[in-house]
Antibody, heavy 114, light 106 residues
Framework: QVQLKESGPGLVQPSQTLSLTCTVSGFSLTTNSVSWLRQPPGKGLEWMGVIWSNGGTDYNSAIKSRLSISRDTSKSQVFLKMNSLQTEDTAMYFC????????WGQGVLVTVSS | DNVLPQSPTTMAASPGEKVTITCHASSSGIYMNWHQQKSGTSPKLWIYDTSKLPSGVPDRFSGSASGTSYSLTINTMETEDAATYYCQQCCSAPLTFGSGTKLELK
């Protein structure tokens, strides 16, 4: 069945770079897009960016300069890298399939703190 | 990449009551999706392509559009429907979400 699972560090220091991995199963990255999204504590959902089935990417303009999304199709993994983290980047980070977001991962909580 | 206005922000409904949540898109004729999120869990796709229900979503839920206003309606509120609902503009970037509506049980 379709599954997505996020992994990465729970704590990142201010100004450092966040690296997260989304490992998927039950579908192919060459025929499905995957997005990264985040949700600060007690707040709404924010779409961060997408890697399309052809490998192209699109990003939220508010964070585009800090964000990079890539993938390894052989390992069924999608990667997020975001630099210059600040406390306001503290959030639950999710990956989700397709632009429908028809399947979501469980999320990983990332806290930005010294 | 603006947040789509949603109304109301919060509301409470009694079992059996009809509920309508509205989202205002930037243009008409787009596909709107809705996601349900319960506290401490990941969101779930609840309505897609404006009016279609994924497998497992009760048919008391429906979606519709009128101009740039998109709505999620619950025909008769049930206790399990208490959650936060987000609209989501589909299907080209930027993939914008609504501000969210917290639906509580009265």
């Amino acid at each position: 069945q379709v599954q997505l699972k996020e992994s990465g560090p729970g704590l990142v220091q201010p100004s450092q770079t966040l690296s997260l991995t989304c490992t998927v199963s039950g579908f192919s990255l060459t025929t499905n897009s995957v997005s990264w999204l985040r949700q600060p504590p007690g707040k709404g959902l924010e779409w961060m960016g997408v890697i399309w089935s052809n490998g192209g990417t699109d990003y939220n303009s508010a964070i585009k300069s800090r964000l990079s999304i890539s993938r390894d199709t052989s390992k069924s993994q999608v990667f997020l890298k975001m630099n210059s983290l600040q406390t306001e980047d503290t959030a639950m980070y999710f990956c989700a399939r397709r632009v429908l977001f028809d399947y979501w991962g469980q999320g990983v909580l990332v806290t930005v703190s010294s | 990449d603006n947040v789509l206005p949603q109304s109301p922000t919060t509301m409470a409904a009694s079992p059996g009551e009809k509920v309508t949540i509205t989202c205002h898109a930037s243009s008409s004729g787009i596909y709107m999706n809705w996601h349900q999120q319960k506290s401490g869990t990941s969101p779930k796709l609840w309505i897609y392509d404006t009016s279609k229900l994924p497998s497992g979503v009760p048919d008391r839920f429906s979606g519709s559009a009128s101009g740039t206003s998109y709505s999620l309606t619950i025909n008769t509120m049930e206790t399990e429907d208490a959650a936060t609902y987000y609209c989501q503009q589909c299907c080209s970037a930027p993939l914008t979400f609504g501000s969210g509506t917290k639906l509580e049980l009265k």
